[in-house]
């Protein structure tokens, strides 16, 4: 009963709705004849046949008259038989009545036209044998009736007659000759009157011809209608009758000569074309075909001859006689025929080019279609450039070493039991990690480690094996980054460490006890010490060797030749070193440590003076290098010019605290305690944007990827394009002051006090929270494609705050 109900309840959505399609079958059994198109190709001839049959009924009356003194001595016997043959021609003279149906005319003139040519081809081939034997011959004229003697069952008898083992026979090629004066017309005068004379003059000669016979040569009366005494049509008569091939010598060509006392006409261009035609018309005729293949031929050679109106109009004819189940199949041909591979056709060069501008979802659905698209679509390439566009991996170098593994990356990520290419499986799993770190459902593998006691993370860095954290408290802790566990604590500083950064096995760390030291991560020992500034190294950054042009013949340019190590310090002096690499592979712990002093150091290659104030931030890349000061102002120095400052950029009101660099596009951009950020052209020092919309100091700055992030102590964060300035998203949330945040162009995490927070990129909205459980502050934040590493501070139940370092691992393959 309840079923009842919800049913009689239910409302059909469509119910109300008009329809927007009317269809309706009139006639399921009908053939193509009833389609509306049969009579667009019905008019194309409509006017022909009509000017066909007024002068055919023309030429009729003036042979009437003329022979009238003839008909007057004819028997009785040859009355009734002129009686009976006036009989036959009545379907063709009712046509012209004005209330005959117009579409009906050109089938039914046909009908008559074509059994008068059945007709007239028996008697050819002789009265008393139709057999094959004798109905080949050849260089005999007869003088041709369509009215001579047939049985009762003519129709059915003329048809079997033609037939040997269901091969159509046509009759023997015969001259068309007669004695009647009226085949003798004015060829001039027809073709000037008349463009279609040609037809016409056919016509008009197989008439008389049969006229003539009938005053020579008595008539048997013949059957008019067919048994059930309904007149055969030509959609229902059998296609080997509809197709009898008409006698070459019948042609207007031959006719004209027929006749010796025409006189010599002068043929233009386009008439001795038209006669050239009918020749080859001819010649394609002279031999008589004996098998359906040879017949099929035939026409389809002369189909050539046809104009391509006329020749879709004799296309359409034969789908008329054609059955319903044979159109379905020429319908499923047909549309198959029209369809073309757009992009299985395409060179490979030019079918990838098209792929790259697809999705990866989309890619995925049309390697589906067949296999050709799939082995297009399993192409490295493409997916390798797929991984460049949506941000998975920008360096090639990154890919490469990860395809590289390729055994290793299909046993951890592989579900296809069958051969998949590498590039697309490394895509796979770079989006499905990515699609991890945005829903909130999917809890990542969680590893937290204390020991730095209740110290401030001043700063940190972590790769795939290792996690290196900088203190307050003089010590650097190296964790590994799978497992949490504690490897190496080193030693040596006098003072908090404020800043490090490693390339390698090379570590470089700067301290409040004004040294810049070199550490061998392996060995935990320290392998240069840097001195030279006056106080607290704040920054420092490392320079690696990069293309930053071309000569004048076309060669990279490769600066700097080795990496560098510059430090900014907060005695106003930024110094560039050269960085000592550590071999990685040398464990010799007893190794001497170097010292050196400012004067007599050998790594020592520039001293960059200048800034007032001490020196907060600093970006190098290539020859340049860009620092930010506690003066207000930004500074471009040039290493190519001997270090010398090439832009002192003025613009800011208050500290600039942070700086970020595009080398390529010659940008720069500096935050400032001001509250603004400054877009800068380093070339030529002009300023081009002034970014307004932060409250407080803008303390961070990162760009990746053409994404410029900026985090100020207004507890904001702000999406920019680097390009225009134009401000994209902003990212509010935080309830205190931004300590830390990276980003790597598709993801955004943040840290404040008590939270940390995951953002989207490209949509600029709130994705999730990654931590609940802090009650401290979050003093650092980095993340990779798969790992985010924060240090954050939580109090216990004393009121004791405790450092831990907590590991966020969204990549546990699918295969464990």
């Given at each position: 009963m309840e079923e009842q109900e919800a049913l009689k309840s239910f409302k059909f959505p469509l119910r109300n709705e008009e329809p927007k399609f009317d269809y309706k079958l009139i006639n399921q059994n009908g053939k193509l004849s009833e389609v509306p198109l049969c009579k667009e190709y019905q008019k194309l001839t409509l006017e022909e046949q009509q000017q066909k049959l007024q002068n055919l009924q023309q030429h009729q009356q003036q042979n009437h008259h003329h022979h009238h003194h003839h008909h007057h001595r004819v028997s009785n016997q040859e009355q009734r038989q002129t009686q009976?043959?006036?009989?036959?021609?009545?379907?063709?003279?009712?046509?012209?009545?004005?209330?005959?149906?117009?579409?009906?005319?050109?089938?039914?003139?046909?009908?008559l036209h074509n059994t008068k040519t059945r007709n007239h081809r028996k008697r050819n081939a002789g009265e008393d044998d139709f057999g094959e034997n004798d109905s080949i011959q050849s260089g005999d004229d007869f003088t041709s009736s369509d009215t001579d003697s047939n049985t009762p069952n003519s129709v059915n008898s003329q048809v079997s007659s033609y037939r040997t083992k269901g091969l159509s026979h046509p009759p023997t090629k015969k001259r068309l000759t007669s004695n009647s004066e009226h085949i003798s017309i004015d060829v001039n005068n027809q073709e000037q009157n008349n463009p279609n004379y040609g037809s016409l003059l056919t016509n008009n000669a197989t008439f008389a011809s049969s006229?003539?016979?009938?005053?020579?040569?008595?008539k048997t009366p013949v059957v008019i209608n067919s048994p059930n005494n309904t007149p055969l049509s030509d959609i229902d008569e059998d296609s080997t009758q509809q197709l009898p091939l008409p006698s070459p010598s019948a042609s207007p060509v031959q006719s004209d000569h027929e006749h010796d006392d025409v006189e010599e006409i002068v043929e233009s261009p386009g008439t001795l074309s038209k006669r050239l035609n009918l020749e080859l018309i001819e010649s394609h005729m002279l031999n008589i075909p004996r098998t359906q293949s040879e017949l099929i031929n035939v026409m389809n050679n002369l189909s050539n001859f046809l104009t391509e109106q006329n020749h879709n109009n004799l296309i359409f004819r034969l789908l008329q006689k054609t059955n319903r189940s044979a159109l379905s199949s020429f319908s499923g041909l047909l549309n198959n025929s029209l369809k073309r591979d757009l992009i299985g056709n395409l060179p490979l060069e030019i079918s990838i080019k098209v792929l790259s501008y697809l999705d990866a979802n989309t890619l995925l659905s049309i390697s589906k279609v067949c296999k050709k698209w799939f082995k297009l679509v399993n192409n490295p390439e493409l997916w390798i450039n797929l991984l460049k566009k949506d941000k998975l991996i920008t360096d090639e170098n990154i890919i490469n070493q990860e395809l590289i593994q390729s055994k290793q990356l299909i046993d951890e990520w592989c579900t296809y039991p069958g051969e998949i290419n590498s590039a697309q499986l490394l895509y796979k799993k770079r989006t499905i990690i990515a699609n991890r770190w945005l829903d909130p459902k999917y809890q990542p593998n969680r590893i937290s480690v204390t020991g730095h006691g209740n110290k401030v993370v001043t700063c940190l860095q972590h790769d795939e094996e290792k996690i290196v954290t900088g203190v307050d408290d003089k010590c650097i802790l190296i964790y590994s980054t799978k497992t949490g566990k504690l490897m190496k604590v080193l030693e040596g500083h006098d003072g908090g460490v404020w800043a490090l950064k490693y390339s390698g096995n090379t570590l470089v760390t700067g301290s409040t006890d004004r040294t810049v030291r070199v550490w061998n991560m392996t060995t935990g020992k320290c392998t240069h010490i840097f001195r030279g500034h006056t106080s607290t190294i704040r920054c420092l950054d490392i320079i690696h060797p990069t293309v930053i042009g071309k000569d004048v013949d076309g060669t990279d340019i490769v600066f700097p030749e080795f990496p560098l190590l510059v430090t900014g310090s907060r005695d106003h002096n930024i110094h560039v070193w050269r960085l000592p690499i550590v071999n990685e592979t040398n464990s010799n712990i007893d190794e001497t440590t170097f010292d050196g002093g400012e004067t007599?150091?050998?790594?020592?290659?520039?001293?960059?003076?200048?800034?007032?104030?001490?020196?907060?931030?600093?970006?190098?890349h290539g020859n340049i290098i860009i620092s930010g000061s506690y003066d207000s102002t930004v500074r471009v120095w040039d290493l190519l010019d001997n270090g010398n400052c090439k832009h002192i950029l003025h613009g800011h009101q208050d500290r600039v605290y942070s700086t970020a660099m595009d080398f390529n596009k010659k940008l720069c951009f500096s935050g400032s305690m001001d509250s603004t950020i400054n877009i800068w052209n380093f070339e030529?020092?002009?300023?081009?944007?002034?970014?307004?919309?932060?409250?407080?100091?803008?303390?961070?700055?990162?760009?990746?990827?053409?994404?410029?992030?900026?985090?100020?102590?207004?507890?904001?964060?702000?999406?920019?394009?680097?390009t225009t300035g134009e401000l994209k998203s902003k990212l509010r949330g935080h309830a205190a002051a931004i300590t830390c945040?990276?980003?790597?162009?598709?993801?955004?995490?943040?840290?404040?006090?008590?939270?940390?927070?995951?953002?989207?990129?490209?949509?600029?909205?709130?994705?999730?929270?990654?931590?609940?459980?802090?009650?401290?502050?979050?003093?650092?934040?980095?993340?990779?494609?798969?790992?985010?590493?924060?240090?954050?501070?939580?109090?216990?139940?004393?009121?004791?705050?405790?450092?831990?370092?907590?590991?966020?691992?969204?990549?546990?393959?699918?295969?464990?």
């Open positions: 009976i043959h006036r009989q036959q021609q009545l379907p063709q003279q009712t046509l012209t009545k004005p209330h005959s149906h117009k579409q009906t005319l050109p089938t039914n003139n046909e009908q006229q003539s016979s009938n005053r020579h040569r008595p007599e150091n050998p790594y020592l290659i520039a001293i960059l003076s200048g800034h007032t104030q001490s020196v907060r931030s600093i970006s190098g030529t020092g002009d300023l081009l944007k002034v970014l307004e919309g932060h409250s407080s100091l803008v303390g961070l700055l990162a760009l990746v990827d053409d994404v410029l992030v900026s985090a100020a102590a207004d507890a904001s964060l702000r999406i920019w394009d680097p945040f990276e980003h790597d162009g598709l993801k955004i995490v943040s840290g404040s006090e008590k939270m940390l927070k995951l953002w989207h990129v490209n949509s600029g909205t709130f994705a999730r929270d990654l931590l609940t459980d802090v009650t401290g502050g979050v003093w650092q934040v980095r993340i990779d494609y798969k790992r985010c590493v924060a240090a954050v501070q939580r109090f216990n139940n004393n009121e004791e705050g405790e450092t831990f370092i907590e590991i966020l691992d969204f990549s546990k393959p699918l295969n464990k």
